[in-house]
């Protein structure tokens, strides 16, 4: 059964701090990783995703993620965060399981950054 | 371009009871995929539409059946309603079978009382 661990639960970060948000997933076949973000009041967005090719991933709003396949994580990285980045983040991992695919998400990490 | 529609917004339900949630997939999609999302936890798959059929499943007793109908909208049917069903229901939408790109809709509130 796949499953995903994001360490931290509430992160704190003061802006033009930097961030880094892990994210380690259990499974043993292909995965395609995904970073979603929840504005506060908003529906999950794409943050950025990671399919093939480059582990190194840049999505939207200057967030990038790095797959190190060795060690089963997909961290997010930003480095320099602002007052809006202010959101709950959930890294997903989706596996073709058969012949349909299946998602499993963490349970979330909330940033709060201050002015 | 339409995104993913959601409907109703709210729902108060009391226990036992029977309730149907409706999703439209963005413009372009044919497989919906359901999710229940507790307060401060992640989403949790409940099963995935392709093609009128229920492709895969998750860890959600039979009182959870789903359809889909030929133009890809689908319903999330919840019988004998727990209090713990409390959450928010989301819908996502992708193209094709696989483990593509989801997209979500702004869910669905339902409480049980």
């Known amino acids: 059964a796949q499953s995903v661990s994001q360490h931290n639960h509430h992160v704190i970060l003061s802006e033009a701090a930097s961030l880094e948000l892990g994210c380690n997933y259990s499974y043993g076949g292909t995965v395609n990783l995904f970073w979603y973000v929840q504005y506060p009041g908003q529906h999950l967005q794409l943050l950025l995703k990671?399919?093939?090719?480059?582990?190194l991933v840049k999505g939207i709003k200057g967030f990038e993620a790095e797959f190190i396949k060795s060690k089963f994580s997909f961290n997010l990285r930003k480095p320099s965060v602002q007052w809006s980045d202010t959101a709950e983040y959930f890294c997903a991992v989706n596996a073709l399981i058969g012949n349909a695919g299946k998602s499993t998400f963490g349970d979330g990490t909330t940033l709060t950054v201050k002015p | 371009d339409a995104g993913v529609t959601q409907s109703p917004t709210h729902l108060i339900k009391t226990r036992g009871q029977q309730v149907t949630l409706r999703c439209s997939p963005k413009s372009g999609h044919d497989t919906v995929s359901w999710y229940q999302q507790a307060l401060g936890q992640g989403p949790q798959f409940i099963f995935q539409y392709y093609e009128e059929e229920e492709r895969q499943r998750g860890n959600f007793p039979d009182r959870f059946s789903g359809h889909q109908f030929p133009n890809y909208s689908s319903e999330l049917n919840v019988n004998a309603l727990l209090l713990g069903d409390s959450a928010l229901y989301l819908c996502?939408?992708?193209?094709?079978?696989?483990?593509?790109?989801?997209?979500f809709g702004p869910g669905t509130r339902l409480t049980v009382l």
């Open positions: 990671y399919f093939s090719g480059d582990p």
């Open positions: 996502a939408s992708s193209s094709g079978v696989g483990a593509d790109t989801q997209y």
